[in-house]
């Protein structure tokens, strides 16, 4: 255990299974306090026992990333202001948010030819995969400016890259997701016009991609671990002073083409 993360905080949404709870375990197991954001209040209960088990300092967060429309009436309050409330109080701060969760609605529909991808599809993903993230990351950011070395990663995805996508060679150079490619890369162009932003603060914003994962999205096809999908994003996560900030960076800390 690091004992100077042990007054750490990290956000990850998503966390309750696959990849997020990876990211999550990971950094648990270097002494940061853990939220676990999810949605569902029973499946988020059961990653923090999880974690808890194996000594990992873990908290649940109801969280629903798509909940950032405004109410009717100006007495509710959204799943993130509701969250964000919760942070503000028991921690009054937050070192690291991780924007791991997200969709891919194409996948499940038999991966229809752009032409032929439904508005709702585009707005169901979007509104979950980028303007989600945007949200979060929003309504979180004064927490990290409080934080002495702030750290966001939006988890993107190779699909985000314009520049592979083009490229023959590209082993998904068949594989066009109009809807959740283009979420991702929407999700890239956030990270880096965020990172302009406060690149005169110790707040460092990075996108990861962290390679072709076994998950429920990604399907037992997928090349890497959990463990192994989390290794970028944790990273990231945790970059010392020096560290990139701006940047989308593959499973092996490597940068990626735009």
């Known amino acids: 255990m690091n004992i100077q993360n042990q007054n750490k905080v990290a956000l990850i949404t998503g966390a309750n299974k696959g990849l997020g709870f990876g990211i999550a375990r990971k950094l648990g197991k270097q002494g940061i306090t853990v939220l676990i954001g999810a949605r569902n209040q029973e499946q988020g209960k059961k990653a923090v026992e999880k974690l808890r088990f194996e000594e990992i300092e873990a908290h649940f967060i109801k969280l629903d990333v798509s909940d950032w429309q405004s109410h009717l009436t100006s007495l509710d309050r959204t799943s993130i ?14 070192d690291i948010l991780v924007n791991n969760a997200g969709v891919n609605l194409e996948f499940s529909a038999g991966l229809p030819a752009p032409s032929q991808v439904s508005l709702d599809v585009l707005k169901q993903t979007f509104e979950i995969n980028y303007f989600g993230v945007v949200a979060v990351t929003q309504a979180m950011l ?17 699909m985000a890259s314009l520049t592979l996508h083009q490229d023959p060679n590209f082993k998904f150079y068949n594989y066009k997701q109009l809807a959740y490619d283009s979420s991702k890369t ?10 302009h932003e406060l690149k005169d603060t110790n707040i460092k914003v990075n996108s990861a991609h962290p390679g072709w994962v076994k998950t429920d999205m990604g399907t037992d096809a997928g090349e890497l671990s959990i463990e192994e999908g989390a290794a970028t994003p944790v990273w990231l996560a945790t970059l010392p002073e020096e ?13 990626m083409p735009w």
């Open 243 to 255: 560290g990139a900030t701006g940047g989308y960076f593959d499973e092996k800390q490597q940068p």
């Open 81 to 94: 202001e509701s969250a964000y409330n919760a942070i503000a109080e028991q921690y009054g701060k937050l």
């Open 186 to 195: 929407a999700v890239n162009a956030f990270t880096v016009h965020l990172a």
């Open 142 to 158: 004064p927490l990290v400016h409080k934080s002495d070395a702030g750290r966001i990663v939006n988890i993107s995805s190779d």
